[in-house]
């Protein structure tokens, strides 16, 4: 070690400032370091004689576990600390006048925090000439933007004197970064790379200032458990052998930080007195997100510098670090959790659902969970050393992977090889892809090749929202996780603890509003909350709907009811002055046909407005349904038109005027009767029900009464009607892969109406289709109820081809529902046998 110590010719003072900025760049959730550098803060110098300094602990430091007051630093400028019974001594050396020197060394400093845990760290930093050029240590480009900024001022401070400064740091830990070795690192985005540039260039042109690693100082590796460079890269050769040696010093030169948590602030030079406090990582409810706080919302009043790291949304900033904060995604977590306290873990999870729900957070959950060292059940603790690296980002056994890098051959290479590699320090070596749909088949080949080959102590965590883009010999190896939309009501309830934690005033049904309108996905509720706290100082639903660009529902359910009454004038007035200011037609047009849907389904009699009700209680007669019906398939309709439509708030105005109108193709309920049959499904099936009516073969039977008949002529061809009823009524289906099967699978064979009620007949050729349908049935019945208009009975049957006549035939099977248009209801039929269900039940 004595060999690399050598003096630097500078003030001590000056030093220590530039220390001091460097160690400002660091994570401050890594509270080792900051407690280390605490002690620059709590530092006197004198400086008596030209080699010797004295230090002076001003108020202590407690932070570092000190109680001891005095350092003094005699040889060279570096720190080694003593534990005594009494308290600690560190020395400060100072190092001989020579020009060409350059080291500032920390060794051995052990922090306890007050967990109790010791954080030990042996650093070494080292000065080195230097040419200003980052990219063979591996750093990301944000950091390396960072360290040109850094250098740049570090530069700049000691230039006239033309000394050259290195801070050592840390390495990079994705797999990524392996390549950054080679290349130079290109960013996510243009402007990121033209930063990097810039910095690299001016850095190269001094080619004064090196900088290795991520964090540039000395107390900056404080913590870390990471052998200084000479020792890594001699136990690197051990490890991995020569032909990998070139990747793997660049692995391990230090130990550095690739990404970021959470991409939490790794800085908060406003707060340094917050980087001493000894927190647990995991925020919980309180200190880091509150401290986040203070610098999110001071950056955003423009206290803070814009550059400096603070978190840019409020999702990065309240992304869960553990499982008890990750929103509605119980059964995910109850599982995980058990998997890890019973030690069964499998190489490959593959965690899927919607965008915004937890998969990326819960993997990262996880992978701490995986290698955290508490002895309780529920992990990750936050506080134990393995907890601290990965959480700082310092853990060189948890990888982040770019999936769309890792396409490339040679990446995907350094990732098996390193895959290969044993733990540095932990019990799992762990890689963490997100979006795993961008994998092309090659690299899904390789990397399911190697899975079976890696050792126990390799997992792969990967994350997609799209699961039918995955290979299935990929999806069936897996450990599969589902990620559901997220509720509402958990949406919202998150959204009031965030507000409440960043003091924003709100009303609660504009956070209800902005979850209903966000899909299932957390995220987006939270960028929405982002966006609106920042236009005024209350989330407001007058705020929420003008950000958003829709209407409320007052003046939805007021434009509905001028439709709906025949006042022409009114209706047109008030729809344009709502198009031109508020909401473009597509909008309003999706807007109504959901509000629609929600009265006929009786959705707006219970939780919902008062408004709502109102309305729903107004429109509740059978003509009113009927009317809201037919109103919903003319929205439907024109939104079809509206698309390819230059013409949009003309069309729908034109729409709206029909609304009142009754008119439907399809037949009035009331007092009419009538019926659409295939009988070919009838056949030899002669006690089938008398509904359809349909006895002969090839034959279609429709009773209507008079006033219908009329509509007749257009039941010529009763399949094609059934067909398009059917089609229609699947179009309705929420659900996509339901409306798949029905398309495919089912069959609307007979529609009987008669006083308000029909009668549904769903064929199906095969059991399971038959039973899935029976799952459904809700949603079918709802439906078709919303394409006939009034109450719907369905039958579910089974259609088999008769062995010998070579002739479909249909076998009724048990199952009749009946169903409301406002409320459904199961009429459970116990085993109707074949012939047996021709009453109709009007209950
Ligand atoms: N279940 C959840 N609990 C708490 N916060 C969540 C949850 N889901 C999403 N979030 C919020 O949304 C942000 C993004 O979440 P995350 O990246 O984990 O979602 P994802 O499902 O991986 O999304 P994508 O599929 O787009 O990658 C988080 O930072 C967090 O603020
Ligand atoms: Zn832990």
Known sequence: MDGRRHSVDIPISRTLIALRRVRSLRDPSTNSMSKFSSLFDNVKWETNSSNGISLQLVNGCPEAGLEHNEIRGPEYLGFDERREEQGHEFRLHSVPETFSSRLITCENVEQVGKTGSPVRAKQVGELDDCNGDFKDYGLHEEEVHRKGQLSERSHSSFKDKGMNLTCMTATINSVEDVDSCNEPIVGSSPMERVNHRASKQKLQSRNQVKLYGANGDVASRAGSPCPSLDVVSNRSRQLYGDEDVDVVDCIHRGCGISYCWSKTPRLRESNPSSDFEDLPLLSGDTSETTLCGQSFWKCINGEINPHSDTPRSLSQKFRPKSFDELVGQSVVVRSLLSAISKGRITSFYLFHGPRGTGKTSASKIFAAALNCLSLEEFKPCGRCRECILFYSGRSRDVKEVDSLRINRLDRLRSLVKNAVVPPVSSRFKIFIIDECQLLHGETWATVLNSLEKLSQHIVFVMSTPELDMLPRSAVSRSQKYHFPKIKDSDISNRLEKICVKEGLDYDRVALDFIAAKSNGSLRDAEMMLDQLSLLGKKITMSLTYELIGTVSDDELLDLLDLALSCDTSNTVIRARELMRSKIDPMQLISQLANLIMDILAGKCEEDSSEARRKFSGNHASEVD???????????????????????????????????????????????????????????????????????????????????????????????????????????????????????????????????????????????????RAEKS???????????????????????????VTKCEKVRKISFSLFSCSRRLQLKSRASTKSGSDSEVSHG
């Open 625 to 771: 349904l009927q009317k809201l019906s037919h109103a919903l398939r003319i929205l439907s309709e024109t939104e079809k038109h509206l698309r390819v439509s230059k013409n949009q708030t003309t069309w729908l105005t034109v729409a709206l005027l029909q609304l009142s109108s009754v008119e439907s193709n399809l037949p009035e309920v009331n007092d009419s009767k009538m019926c659409l049959a295939n009988a070919q499904h009838k056949e030899g099936d002669s006690n089938s029900t008398s509904a359809t009516g349909g006895r002969s073969n090839h034959s279609f039977t429709c009773m209507c009464n008079g006033s219908n008949s009329s509509k007749l002529g257009k039941l010529e061809d009763p399949e094609r009607r059934l067909e398009s009823v059917w089609k229609r009524a699947t179009e309705l289906c929420q659900s996509s892969s339901l409306k798949k099967f029905l398309r495919k699978q089912g069959k609307l064979s007979s529609l009987c109406v008669n006083q308000g009620l029909a009668i549904a007949e769903l064929e199906f050729h095969n059991p399971n289709h038959v039973s």
């Open 777 to 803: 049935w809700k949603l079918i019945a709802s439906s078709l109820q919303l394409v006939v208009g009034c109450n719907v009975e369905i039958r579910i049957n089974l259609a088999v081809t008769d062995p």
